[in-house]
């Protein structure tokens, strides 16, 4: 079993930058996909970012070149450094964990309980 928690979501104005933070514990090991979605108000949940310990890595198409994600897999952890944010940012932000076998078929076996990303002036 893994339990990941993120961290470091709040308040930022449009243009400024957070960085979101997630820790894995348990079977880190058996951690093959890292990544983060959000769900904004209304709306359904999606991909912000994921990558795998293959170096596979993806971004939505509204954040590329803005938001950057980054590991440390053998410590089970990984961040989301969002930059140049904007309004349509705001979203609860959920941390992601899969095996490798989910992975390829687009499951997500573990998610945190979302930190709230608000970017509004």
């Known amino acids: 079993q893994v339990q990941v928690v993120e961290s470091g979501g709040g308040l930022v104005q449009p243009g400024g930058s957070l960085r979101l933070s997630c820790a894995a514990s348990?079977?880190?090991?058996?951690?093959?996909?890292m990544g983060w979605y959000r769900q904004a108000p209304g709306k359904e949940r999606e991909l912000v970012a994921e990558?795998?310990?293959?170096?596979?890595?993806n971004y939505a198409d509204s954040v590329k070149g803005r938001f950057s994600i980054s590991t440390d897999s053998a410590r089970g952890l990984w961040n989301l450094q969002m930059n140049n944010l904007k309004p349509e940012d705001t979203a609860v932000y959920y941390c992601?964990?899969?095996?490798?076998?989910?992975?390829?078929?687009?499951?997500?076996?573990?998610w945190g309980k979302g930190t709230l990303v608000n970017v509004s002036s």
């Open positions: 992601s964990a899969a095996h490798r076998g989910s992975y390829y078929n687009k499951v997500v076996d573990y």
């Open positions: 990558t795998t310990t293959s170096d596979r890595t």
């Open positions: 348990g079977s880190v090991f058996a951690i093959y996909a």
